[in-house]
């Protein structure tokens, strides 16, 4: 099915940063791996996977409107200490969520619903999981203090 070549366009862009959001949330989880945060390291490494579900769920819809993927991640910011790393993340979530908007907008516009009912979607997982779970660790860490909030993902 043919889709609309806007739409397409800013599919690829989003799966570009789907793939970059992957990359850095799996940098990073072998990196709390390696400090020994197991707890860290279980919940990032899972955020890589869902990244990598929301990144297949956008190259089939690309396919199926019969678009060209760019599968060339956009560039990682990562971080290289707990709290640089977690609020790394969180600005990468806060970017994929303003992407997601005005995808989720344009998709109206072209009356593509089914497409923007999968951004929808996507939309939520980043909101109440991704962001939502990064905001409550970086104000532990504030609440707490950093010692005990790492001693406590050991």
């Given at each position: 099915?043919k ?5 397409i ?26 400090m ?10 899972h ?9 297949d ?14 599968m ?19 600005r ?6 303003e ?25 939520q ?8 779970w990064?905001?409550q660790?970086l ?16």
């Open positions: 099915m889709g609309n070549q806007e739409v366009d800013c599919l690829v862009s989003l799966l570009r940063g789907e793939l970059g959001a992957r990359d850095q949330y799996f940098l990073h989880s072998r990196l709390y791996d390696d020994g945060y197991s707890k860290l390291y279980d919940r990032i490494n955020e890589m996977e869902e990244e990598t579900q929301h990144a769920a956008i190259l089939k819809r690309i396919l199926f409107l019969e678009g060209k993927p760019d060339t991640p956009d560039a990682i910011h990562p971080g290289f200490t707990v709290p640089d790393m977690l609020a790394s993340d969180l990468l979530e806060y970017e994929v969520r992407n997601l908007a005005a995808a989720i907008a344009l998709c109206e516009k072209h009356k593509d619903y089914p497409t923007r009912e999968m951004l929808e979607i996507q939309l997982d980043t909101e109440e999981d991704h962001a939502y990064l905001e660790q104000r532990l860490i504030k609440l707490i203090g950093l010692q005990n909030y790492l001693q406590s993902q050991i």
